[in-house]
């Protein structure tokens, strides 16, 4: 790290982001939008800084992990902050971000990103991505990501079941319920043998269907312990106000660096930003 880069380093670690003032600073918005505790939002604002100072000083596209990136999208909703304070007083450089195109190009373009980002991580901080907020490249851009804005004062948010467990109870429910009525246990005529076993097919499919669903799903990588809630922080839920200015998010015409989302699933997917 040159004496420059390092000057600039300091000046970005030590840039504050929450106001003490404000009754929800920046950090306490971060961890509420995500459903994250403030000592996660913590550390994901640190890593995001980080980010920053990587994209600054890289010679290539660089791309954040999902946790860095919901950080960097609620920074840009402090436009006076991001554009201002940050990208011009501190960085003295544009970074911008912006949608992805969609497609497999697209994926394999910041797949690519992200891994050479962990690499730069590495070899300017000598240590390796704290796992939790910057998981493994498949993990990063597994495909069957599906992020929503939700409410949670209007719904509620359940993690879906193990996709053995569900089929496990329902057979075994099927299996006691039907023995009984075989038996007429219940008090009922006993079901006609095509229908036990048209049952009893239904649910081993239902099984194998899962196990087959799980092992994809161990194969694209999951999520990490990153204390994820499953939903996109946006302007929307985070009480941003307006300005007669405006930035293009798509455009690099002025210089600075360019940014974008790499999945198909939007933003969640991936975003970058840098590169000479």
Not at 39 to 51: N, Q, T
Request: charged letters at 25%; a negative charge; one cysteine or more.
């Amino acid at each position: 790290m040159t004496a420059a880069d390092a000057e600039l380093w300091k000046r970005i670690s030590e840039f504050p982001l929450d106001d003490p003032g404000s009754s929800m600073p920046f950090s306490r918005r971060l961890a509420k939008e995500n459903g994250w505790s403030h000592d996660h939002a913590l550390r994901v604002i640190g890593e995001y800084k980080r980010f920053l100072f990587l994209v600054a000083t890289s010679g290539h596209f660089c791309t954040p992990s999902d946790a860095v990136d919901q950080a960097w999208h609620l920074h840009l909703c402090y436009t006076r902050s991001y554009w201002h304070d940050l990208c011009r007083d501190v960085i003295a450089r544009e970074i911008h971000h912006g949608p992805t195109k969609g497609g497999a190009v697209e994926t394999a373009r910041y797949r690519d990103a992200y891994a050479a980002t962990l690499a730069r991580y590495r070899t300017i901080f000598e240590t390796d991505p704290d796992p939790e907020i910057w998981p493994p490249v498949d993990e990063r851009f597994r495909t069957n990501q599906q992020f929503r804005r939700i409410d949670l004062a209007q719904s509620w948010v359940v993690r879906r079941p193990n996709p053995i467990l569900v089929p496990g109870i329902l057979f075994g429910a099927m299996a006691a319920f039907l023995i009984a009525c075989r038996d007429d246990h219940l008090g009922l005529t006993s079901l006609p043998e095509f229908g036990f076993l048209f049952l009893l097919g239904m649910v081993v499919f239902l099984m194998i269907l899962s196990i087959r669903r799980k092992c994809t799903d161990g194969r694209r990588g999951r999520r990490g312990g990153d204390g994820c809630s499953g939903f996109v922080s946006s302007c929307g839920t985070s009480g941003c106000g307006g300005s007669s200015s405006h930035h293009d998010n798509d455009s690099n015409a002025d210089g600075g660096d360019s940014s974008g989302c790499g999945a198909d699933s939007g933003c969640g997917g991936g975003c970058g930003g840098g590169g000479d």
